[in-house]
């Protein structure tokens, strides 16, 4: 089956420690996505790429790294510069069509707790 | 689970009842829309969509409306079961702009 992958699903660190959030999609999607889900509050949009080796901050990008080298992959580094790291976190893809807006697949995301 | 949503507004319904969940979106440049459903502990998963020349889809028990004049769109779910137990999101987005996400709705089912 087409999908979303991230892993894992769980993820402890301590505080001064970068960590690197896992994203494959298989969909042949040319836009991936990270957000950031906090409680009580919306998505929140962290670094977007709308094509390989093309990369773009979004809202909350402080903090944070990406890298697209391939397609299928677009993984997100949580660095120690990132004030407050722990939440949940959600990969996404999108295939725009004809110029068309068309909807965002997420993956199951990503739970990370650092203390 | 998941804490998400943890305040979030609550809608509480009947099992075998209609559903609806409201949204007000806040750009009037917006013109594409989606409903997305959030489970504890998974990612959001797409319901449906609707583009601003429409204002009414109809999918597979849901169906969404469109009042561009207030702003407003909506979600209705007919014959609400227990599996339609989640947060729903709303999601506006312009050509200009990128998709931005409601704060959630949770829907409860009462047996």
């Known amino acids: 089956d087409g999908g979303i992958t991230q892993s894992p699903k769980y993820l402890f660190r301590k505080e001064g420690q970068n960590v690197t959030l896992s994203c494959e999609q298989n969909?042949?999607?040319?836009?991936m996505y990270w957000y950031r889900q906090d409680p009580g509050q919306g998505l929140r949009l962290i670094y977007y790429?709308?094509?390989?080796?093309?990369?773009q901050k979004g809202d909350i990008a402080e903090g944070y790294s990406v890298s697209r080298e391939k397609k299928e992959s677009f993984p997100l580094t949580v660095t120690s510069a990132q004030k407050n790291p722990t939440a949940f976190y959600l990969c996404?893809?999108?295939?725009?069509?004809?110029?068309?807006?068309?909807?965002?697949?997420f993956g199951n995301g990503t739970r990370l707790t650092v203390t | 689970g998941e804490n998400v949503g943890l305040h979030l507004p609550t809608l509480s319904v009947q099992e075998g009842d209609n559903s609806i969940i409201n949204c007000a979106y806040s750009?009037?440049?917006?013109?594409?829309f989606i409903w997305y459903k959030q489970e504890s502990g998974k990612g959001p998963q797409f319901i449906i969509d609707?583009?601003?020349?429409?204002d009414k889809r109809q999918g597979q028990r849901v169906t969404v409306l469109l009042n561009k004049t207030v702003k407003h769109l909506s979600l209705q779910i007919a014959a609400t079961q227990p599996g339609d137990s989640a947060v729903y999101f709303c999601?506006?987005?312009?050509?200009?702009?990128?998709?931005?996400f409601g704060s959630g709705t949770r829907l409860s089912i009462r047996p």
């Open positions: 790429s709308q094509i390989v080796n093309d990369f």
């Open positions: 999601a506006e987005k312009s050509r200009a702009s990128k998709i931005i």
């Open positions: 969909l042949n999607h040319d836009a």
């Open positions: 750009n009037s440049a917006s013109d594409y």
């Open positions: 609707i583009r601003s020349n429409m």
């Open positions: 996404a893809s999108s295939l725009p069509h004809r110029g068309l807006d068309s909807p965002l697949h």
